[in-house]
């Protein structure tokens, strides 16, 4: 069976623990040799972490890497997302994709006979920032249960919200969600950030993500930082044991004043980190149990 990785939702929790122990295996110094294998990254969205921390794990994985560049691709000839995954489904062993259309994985799983990586589906899924944010709160406290994390900002929009909240919630986490009212989900509940955040083990912002708003926000930049933004005063008021989580890109003295996206108590950048021996791990399952 085709070891591919589309959303969380679909993967026991003793899976999910099992990547993350590989990836820490990977931190400790774990050698291995997939030179006989070809990846294609099929980046149809803009991105900095995820595309080179994954191209980053398939060189450190000893496999050959394909980049595909939109731009310079017979997609500007007007051929379909299906087609073109198929295609690359003739040469490679795995296909890593990031698209805009959630759930774009649902038209190729029953075409293709390789495994699909999700590296972001529009605001549906991100299964390998959540597999690496999971890693990071777990080197921090060594467990889940009855963590309460508060997580912030556009999470309408948001697929590291969406795959957050429901993985979070099988762990055993509290999970607060503060947005303003415009950024909010109608079926879920939300609350104050200013009512949670000194209870809170760990606050994760998250980006303003305009390229999937039909219109503005209301507020400013301004507004913004001071209504639901981490700003010092909200820094000064958490738990001395808390940490501070982003997946980024930062929009520094937005969502997080710009002192604090490395400070002390900020992960931020251990998260990216994390996400090049994350990557690494689905990688190899998917080549190992794939083919
Ligand atoms: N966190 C994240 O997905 O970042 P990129 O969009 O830069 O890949």
Avoid: W
């Avoid at 080179?52 to 450190?60: C, D, I, P, V």
């Avoid at 999470?155 to 509290?174: D, P, Q, Y």
């Avoid at 008021?237 to 890109?249: F, N, V």
């Amino acid at each position: 069976m085709l070891k591919h990785l589309l959303n969380l939702k679909d993967l026991p929790v003793n899976e999910i623990l099992k990547i993350l122990d590989r990836a820490k295996e990977f931190i400790n110094g774990e050698k291995v040799n997939y030179d006989n294998k070809i990846i294609a990254n099929l980046f149809f969205e803009p991105s900095t972490r995820t595309q080179n921390s994954f191209e980053a794990a398939e060189h450190r994985l000893g496999c050959k890497v394909i980049t595909f560049n939109k731009s310079e691709s017979s997609i500007q000839k007007g051929e379909s997302l299906y087609d073109t995954v198929i295609t690359f489904t003739q040469y490679v062993d795995a296909v890593v994709i990031r698209h805009n259309q959630n759930k774009y994985y649902e038209e190729l799983i029953n075409h293709t006979n390789i495994p699909i990586i999700n590296a972001g589906d529009g605001s549906g899924n991100h299964p390998t920032q959540s597999l690496l944010d999971l890693l990071t709160i777990q080197q921090e406290f060594k467990h889940f249960e009855g963590l309460k994390i508060a997580i912030v900002g556009d999470i309408v929009h948001s697929r590291v919200a969406s795959t957050n909240i429901e993985i979070m919630e099988r762990l055993g986490m509290e999970v607060y969600l503060c947005a303003p009212p415009e950024l909010q989900n109608q079926d879920k509940r939300f609350c104050e950030l200013d009512d949670v955040i000194s209870e809170v083990d760990i606050v994760m912002l998250l980006r303003v993500q305009h390229e999937r708003h039909k219109k503005e926000i209301s507020l400013t930049k301004e507004m913004y930082h001071q209504l639901y933004g981490l700003t010092i005063e909200r820094y000064q008021r958490l738990k001395e044991t808390a940490i501070i989580m982003h997946p980024a890109p930062v929009n520094r003295g937005v969502e997080i004043a710009d002192c604090l996206v490395e400070c002390d108590k900020s992960r931020i950048f251990k998260q990216m980190k994390n996400g090049l021996y994350i990557r690494k791990a689905v990688i190899e399952r998917s080549l190992k149990e794939g083919v």
